[in-house]
């Protein structure tokens, strides 16, 4: 386990308040395990990546791990849409590679534009899916899939339970999601991996081969 230094307490805290407040858009309570970190980032080849994007940095966890794993030179592009968990990210992760904006992800490809980012190898998503509505959330993983590189592959954990039963503040209803069959709509190719070592267990997909 990481040391719980101030500034990852800190962090923690807010994220829970933000929860608490407007779950729907936190889509958590607490940020996510190492071993949900580990299972977004592994086989991405991030030792080699010239770019990668993270959705949904949230206090920076798989920021953090992700930065560790990038060579020099390689640009990484966070995307939080909440300023104070923006400025959480850029104050725990500081890094010359790492740049923060703080926008909805739907606005990805004039964002990278703006960056002079280029092709991206790997989009890394923490952004909670099943809370959105439709038309945001098709915006977004279009968005992704139209800035990859080739060969560049889009990773995105979901929620085991969503698939079942899941609660939305904003709308007062329950609900089930399932992430595979929307995902598909968008990637030619999908799998995914469980990791039920993680509160709540999750499901990390790997999606290549956007869909134009
Ligand atoms: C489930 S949290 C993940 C936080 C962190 N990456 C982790 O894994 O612990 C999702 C994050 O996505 C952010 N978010 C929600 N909607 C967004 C959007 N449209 N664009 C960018 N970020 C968004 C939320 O503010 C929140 O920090």
Same mark, same amino acid.
């Given at each position: 386990?990481?040391?719980? *230094?101030?500034?990852?307490?800190?962090?923690?805290?807010?994220?829970?308040?933000? #929860?608490? $407040?407007?779950?729907?858009?936190? !889509? /958590?309570?607490?940020?996510? /395990?190492?071993?949900?970190?580990?299972?977004?980032?592994?086989?991405?080849?991030?030792?080699?990546?010239?770019?990668?994007?993270?959705? #949904?940095?949230?206090?920076?966890?798989?920021?953090?791990?992700?930065? !560790?794993?990038?060579?020099?030179?390689?640009?990484?592009? #966070?995307?939080?849409?909440?300023?104070?968990?923006?400025?959480a990210?850029?104050?725990?992760? $500081?890094?010359? $590679?790492l740049?923060?904006?703080?926008?909805?992800?739907?606005?990805?490809?004039?964002?990278?534009?703006?960056?002079?980012?280029?092709? =991206?190898?790997?989009?890394?998503?923490?952004?909670?899916?099943?809370?959105? *509505?439709?038309?945001?959330?098709?915006?977004?993983?279009?968005?992704?899939?139209? =800035?990859?590189?080739?060969?560049?592959?889009?990773?995105?954990?979901?929620?085991?339970?969503?698939?079942?039963?899941?609660?939305?503040?904003?709308?007062?209803?329950?609900?089930r999601?399932?992430?595979?069959?929307?995902?598909?709509?968008?990637? #030619? /190719? =999908?799998?995914?991996?469980?990791? !039920?070592?993680?509160?709540?267990?999750?499901?990390?997909?790997?999606?290549r081969?956007? $869909?134009?």
């Amino acid at each position: 386990m990481q040391p719980l *230094d101030a500034a990852r307490a800190r962090a923690a805290w807010g994220f829970l308040a933000l #929860g608490v $407040r407007d779950f729907d858009r936190t !889509a /958590s309570l607490v940020p996510s /395990s190492r071993f949900l970190v580990d299972a977004m980032l592994r086989g991405l080849h991030l030792e080699r990546a010239r770019c990668v994007v993270e959705l #949904g940095t949230g206090t920076g966890t798989v920021t953090r791990e992700l930065l !560790a794993r990038v060579p020099r030179g390689c640009v990484v592009v #966070g995307v939080e849409l909440d300023p104070s968990l923006a400025e959480a990210t850029r104050t725990r992760c $500081r890094d010359p $590679r790492l740049r923060v904006v703080c926008a909805c992800a739907r606005r990805l490809p004039s964002m990278l534009e703006r960056e002079h980012a280029g092709r =991206v190898d790997a989009v890394v998503s923490s952004l909670g899916l099943s809370l959105m *509505d439709a038309a945001t959330r098709d915006e977004i993983v279009r968005a992704a899939g139209s =800035v990859l590189g080739p060969g560049g592959v889009y990773r995105q954990y979901a929620y085991l339970h969503a698939r079942w039963l899941a609660y939305s503040q904003a709308r007062g209803a329950w609900f089930r999601w399932s992430a595979r069959p929307f995902l598909e709509r968008h990637y #030619g /190719s =999908v799998s995914s991996e469980l990791v !039920a070592a993680n509160l709540p267990p999750a499901v990390a997909y790997t999606c290549r081969a956007p $869909r134009a």
